[in-house]
């Protein structure tokens, strides 16, 4: 073979292995670039399905709410429960803003917890009428201790049935979820069922279940002459310690429609002669004159004279 054929066959099989490796950068780089999207799609797919499952498996929700939430709720939770002692004895008994005031229990039952004698609340977040009490609550036991955890609902505008409630979307608070400390009682509420209406029932859907022995508190003393004929049953119930109760709501909840958390607060701390603070305050003493009974006129910050005149008339 000549110089010139032999110089033929090398180029051409130069361009052949040149080309043969050209084809395998090709391969390469395609086996690279479905290796690359087979992996964003598995992430997506991986991503999709994370979504889905955490959509999928939240808890139900237990309450609904538009109110305050972080510094806005902890200036509202501040202006209920650090109004001054004169002016929750200037508001005494509410200047005819409450309706109802705690009952004296006879042979109640005794009711304690570590140690200390205790209130025990039965209600519900869908109660209108829980509602308007549950600010006159914090503001009384906040007189005695610490509330932690609070958060804001609303109470239902209709249950599960689509019947409306009175005094639908009254502003308030939740006993769920919170804690209270104090060293002179025991709180423990109960909140029974939440806002949400559960169309399975006709009602709400069911949150806390009170004991047998808290049922039975409700029974033997939410029932004539305790409360009205006919009202058997109401909530809020609040016993206190075997000595009075309070079977639904001590002021009208109407007082509070249309006014906002911050609103009410507000109210509360700064305008003693409105209707608002003379509603919530005014039930918050009662309240405290029947606690004042539990703890024996303990601590002397809360069970002030005018407290303790307030209790001569329960």
């Known amino acids: 073979m000549g110089k010139a054929s032999r110089t033929k066959v090398d180029s051409s099989r130069r361009e052949r292995i040149a080309a043969q490796r050209a084809a395998e950068r090709r391969a390469e780089q395609r086996r690279r670039i479905l290796i690359a999207a087979g992996s964003i799609i598995a992430v997506v797919a991986i991503v999709v399905a994370f979504i889905v499952v955490k959509a999928n498996s939240k ?23 650090t109004v001054p002692a004169s002016t929750t004895d200037k508001i005494g008994n509410g200047g005819g803003q409450v309706s109802a005031t705690p009952k004296a229990v006879t042979n109640g039952t005794p009711l304690t917890a ?8 039965m209600g519900a977040e869908y109660c209108p009428y829980c509602a308007a009490e549950r600010w006159a609550m914090i503001q009384a036991l906040s007189r005695f201790g610490t509330f932690s955890g609070l958060s804001t609902i609303h109470s239902a505008a209709a249950n599960g049935a689509g019947q409306a409630e009175p005094y639908p979307n009254t502003p308030t608070f939740t006993f769920h979820g919170s804690t209270y400390t104090s060293k002179y ?27 047998k022995d808290q049922t039975a508190l409700l029974t033997k003393y939410d029932v004539p002459p305790y409360v009205p004929s006919g009202s058997e049953g109401a909530i809020p119930f609040i016993y206190f310690g075997g000595k009075y109760i309070i079977a639904g709501a001590s002021y009208s909840p109407q007082v509070l429609s249309g006014l906002s958390w911050s609103k009410i607060a507000s109210e509360v701390k700064n305008n003693p002669n409105g209707d608002v603070a003379k509603a919530i305050v005014g039930t918050a003493n009662y309240m405290t004159a029947a606690i004042c009974k539990m703890t024996g006129n303990q601590p002397a910050s809360a069970c002030t004279s005018t407290i303790q005149s307030l209790e001569k008339n329960l």
Not at 114 to 121: A, I, Q, T, V
Not at 190 to 209: C, F, H, Q, R, W
């Open 114 to 121: 570590n140690g200390k004698p205790e209130m025990l609340y």
């Open 185 to 211: 009682l025991t709180f423990t509420p109960v909140e029974s069922e939440t806002n949400i209406p559960d169309k399975s029932s006709g009602g709400y859907t069911a949150l806390e279940t009170p004991t």
């Open 59 to 81: 808890p139900p929700a237990t309450s609904a709410s538009n109110g305050p939430t972080g510094a806005a709720l902890a200036s509202v939770v501040s202006d209920l429960t």
